[in-house]
């Protein structure tokens, strides 16, 4: 999961990383408030730190994208 201050990728879209893929399950405009402790710890950051770096310079617009990686050697990967 990545919270981005503009949406880069499509929902349902596979983009090449290394030797597999990267599968966007879901994109959603969220406000800072909705940025819970739980979805922090998702993404690997404690809230504060998420919150500051998802609007660093006071954007208004915050995406919460989910993704999963698909490895080459996987079914449906780049074999």
């Known amino acids: 999961m990545r919270i981005w201050a503009s949406p880069h990728l499509k929902?349902?879209?596979?983009?090449?990383?290394?030797?597999?893929h990267v599968v966007v399950d879901s994109i959603?405009?969220?406000?800072?408030?909705?940025i819970t402790d739980d979805v922090a710890r998702e993404s690997g950051y404690?809230?504060?730190?998420l919150?500051?770096?998802?609007?660093?310079?006071?954007e208004e617009h915050i995406y919460l994208i989910r993704f999963h990686y698909?490895?080459?050697d996987a079914p449906g990967g780049n074999n």
């Open 11 to 20: 929902a349902g879209g596979t983009y090449p990383v290394g030797d597999g």
């Open 28 to 34: 959603e405009e969220i406000s800072a408030e909705r």
């Open 46 to 49: 404690e809230r504060r730190d």
């Open 51 to 58: 919150v500051r770096m998802a609007r660093p310079g006071g």
């Open 70 to 72: 698909l490895p080459a």
